[in-house]
């Protein structure tokens, strides 16, 4: 089944301190790979898209992804948190270009001053 | 902000209740999606539309229908409101035909039934 799991549901990490959010895909020949940030009462908002080449992808905010095939993993990574960056983050996949984003249930991030 | 508007923001509605969310796509979008997001969930395709035809539809029963307009708005429509159906509810607007790969996601319309 086509599925996406994020491994933690909440975050906590001390501002300036580094951050990985983990996320996992059911394998398939071709994928394409997101993250997308919520803020509270708000819609989503693309950080970063992997869709072929370079497995280290960048995106907005200073996050970075890197996709791992052999893993089926897509985790998000920052080397230094602030607190505007308190949201939930939600990892996404398409399996077709065309086809319907299948998002997984979110992880909370929450920055301590 | 990503030129995807959706309207109402906020709704109040009575279960049995019909309701009606609207959508405008991002200029040059042809193709629009709809989610529903339970509080704490991740948000659950509930169908896409393409040039005015449903193209790709989700676990939802047939009561959750919808439109799209020749302007590539879109309209979601629910009848017989259920307390369950209290969500968020985005829209998505894409451009299929180039890879489709990007959607932009409105604000949403929360809807609380009760």
């Known amino acids: 089944a086509q599925s996406v799991t994020q491994l933690d549901s909440q975050v906590p990490v001390f501002e300036e301190a580094p951050v990985e959010l983990r996320c996992n895909y059911s394998s398939s020949v071709s994928v394409y790979l997101f993250w997308y940030v919520q803020y509270p009462n708000q819609g989503l908002q693309l950080l970063l898209k992997?869709?072929?080449?370079?497995?280290l992808v960048k995106g907005i905010n200073g996050f970075e992804a890197e996709f791992n095939k052999s893993q089926t993993s897509f985790h998000l990574r920052k080397p230094s948190v602030h607190i505007s960056d308190t949201a939930e983050y939600f990892c996404?996949?398409?399996?077709?270009?065309?086809?319907?984003?299948?998002f997984g249930s979110g992880t909370r991030l929450s920055i301590r001053p | 902000e990503t030129g995807v508007t959706q309207s109402p923001t906020h709704l109040i509605k009575t279960r049995g209740q019909q309701v009606t969310l609207r959508c405008s796509s991002q200029s040059g979008h042809n193709t629009v999606s709809w989610y529903q997001q339970a509080l704490g969930q991740g948000p659950q395709f509930i169908f896409q539309y393409y040039r005015e035809e449903e193209n790709g539809r989700g676990n939802f029963p047939p009561r959750f229908s919808g439109l799209q307009f020749p302007n590539y708005s879109s309209e979601l429509n629910v009848n017989a409101l259920e307390l369950d159906d209290s969500a968020l509810y985005l829209c998505?607007?894409?451009?299929?035909?180039?890879?489709?790969?990007?959607?932009?996601f409105g604000q949403g319309t929360r809807l609380t039934v009760v």
């Open positions: 998505a607007s894409s451009r299929t035909g180039t890879g489709g790969t990007e959607a932009f």
């Open positions: 996404a996949v398409m399996y077709s270009s065309a086809s319907k984003i299948i």
């Open positions: 992997y869709l072929s080449g370079s497995t």
